[in-house]
């Protein structure tokens, strides 16, 4: 079992910046890959960034060269940079991890981008 824990959203202009965090319970947290996703209110689930246990990133091409995804093993916890934030990024940001072919979740953190 693995609880995942998100933090970190509020209500930001837009061309502003925020970095959300999750923390993960639990053993073996390094040996796997971790993914933020968001959904927007009417909108499926999309995911935003991913990493794997060595450290490789993959981006959605809308935030590609504004988000940055990272990883402190130590701490158990993955992170969001989100900066240049759009009011289309407007969204619930939830973490993510499989493991054994189960995935888990995070209860999500709301973030809003207006003026």
């Known amino acids: 079992q693995v609880q995942l824990v998100e933090s970190g959203g509020g209500l930001v202009q837009p061309g502003g910046s925020l970095k959300l965090s999750c923390a993960a319970s639990?053993?073996?947290?390094?040996?796997?890959?971790m993914g933020w996703y968001r959904q927007a209110p009417g909108k499926q689930r999309e995911l935003v960034a991913a990493?794997?246990?060595?450290?490789?990133?993959n981006y959605a091409d809308s935030v590609k060269g504004r988000f940055t995804i990272s990883r402190d093993n130590a701490k158990n916890t993955v992170y969001l940079q989100m900066n240049s934030l759009k009011p289309e990024d407007t969204a619930v940001y939830y973490c993510?991890?499989?493991?054994?072919?189960?995935?888990?979740w995070g209860q999500g953190t709301q973030v809003t981008v207006s003026s």
């Open positions: 639990g053993n073996f947290f390094s040996i796997y890959a």
């Open positions: 990493i794997t246990s060595s450290g490789s990133t």
């Open positions: 993510n991890t499989r493991r054994s072919r189960v995935d888990y």
